[in-house]
């Protein structure tokens, strides 16, 4: 389907009230052809319709006109941290590719801010992996998860084999 076409079942789907199908065409769109700005801001629209300060700051982060109180809800949910703001963005490629000397501009700055944290050079297919903390402490959250995951399997074993005592 088509840019545009994706853009009509949008306006279609706004003028019926189906935010959530909005949203979800609009995401999608996003996450396809992260350089289109009029799709991020056509998604800023969407969240703040529904209310959600924090989406909407996010998909207007490079937006021309942009709500102050929208970009703070979003920078305080990343933590205030330009790696995380970076991820969350979801822009590919280099900062020259967006449309707007303006939007060019807020990724360059994110960029630089982030590689002020880290202290190392990021680039925006993967920004700061690894970089907001030691290696350890994702390895500890990865095998922390599979205890839960074998605890939950060994619970619901268990489990089955209760509710099979009981029936027989």
Not at 101 to 114: Q, S
Request: aromatic share 6%; with cysteine; hydrophobic share 45%.
């Amino acid at each position: 389907m088509t840019v545009e076409r994706t853009l009509a079942k949008v306006d279609d789907d706004l003028r019926r009230g189906d935010l959530t199908m909005a949203r979800t065409r609009l995401k999608s769109l996003t996450h396809s052809l992260p350089h289109r700005l009029d799709a991020r801001e056509r998604l800023a629209d969407v969240y703040r319709l529904e209310g959600n300060t924090v989406e909407a700051g996010r998909w207007s982060y490079l937006a021309e006109q942009r709500d102050p109180a929208e970009v703070a809800a979003f920078e305080r949910a990343c933590g205030q941290k330009p790696v995380r703001i970076m991820r969350a963005l979801l822009w590919r490629g280099s900062e020259d590719a967006a449309a707007t000397e303006i939007a060019r501009d807020r990724l360059r700055d994110v960029r630089a801010r982030a590689e002020a944290d880290t202290g190392r050079r990021l680039d925006w297919s993967d920004p700061g992996r690894g970089a907001e903390g030691p290696w350890w402490e994702d390895a500890a959250g990865l095998i922390g998860c599979m205890v839960v995951g074998l605890v939950l399997a060994v619970l619901v074993v268990v489990g089955a084999a209760t509710v099979v005592g009981w029936i027989f």
